[in-house]
């Protein structure tokens, strides 16, 4: 696991969130679409509260979309939290020469909402696998 550094502004989004939602932040990104908060396995629920109700107070306050992904140890399982929107077919992680490589098979229909506006979703992906799995890139099929 990469060693995750916090600044101040992303402390305090972490200890807000932790605040509302009682549950426990693994990991936090501030991105132009968004906060996402990595939270530990089995409180995604918790965290994202009873109708959205956490989420929807968090983003009212923040006044940024507020994403919640479940950790998990498992990186297929944690990928599958990442792309939970979608209709995943399979996840296939791989050995390759410059490191690991992790491809999500989609429904074709979603595959481009799944890869986002400007490859956004990826690059998240990405970034999350990387600081939690060692998995260098992410590809969706």
């Known amino acids: 696991m990469a060693d995750i550094r916090f600044n101040e502004e992303t402390l305090r989004y972490v200890s807000l969130f932790q605040r509302v939602t009682r549950s426990t932040v693994k990991d936090c990104l501030d991105t132009p679409e968004g ?3 990595v939270v530990s396995q089995g409180e995604g629920g918790k965290a994202i509260g009873r109708g959205g109700k956490n989420v929807s107070r968090l983003k009212d306050t923040l006044n940024k979309d507020v994403h919640v992904i479940e950790y998990s140890p498992i990186p297929e399982q944690f990928l599958r939290n990442i792309f939970r929107s979608y209709k995943i077919k399979s996840v296939e992680i791989e ?3 410059k490191g690991m490589h992790a491809t999500v098979s989609v429904d074709a229909v979603q ?3 799944a890869i986002g506006r400007d490859a956004r979703n990826l690059r998240i992906a990405q970034e999350l696998m990387s600081r939690h799995h060692k998995i260098d890139s992410v ?3």
């Open 111 to 113: 595959k481009g909402m």
């Open 139 to 141: 590809s969706i099929a």
């Open 95 to 97: 050995k390759m020469e």
């Open 35 to 37: 906060i996402i908060f």
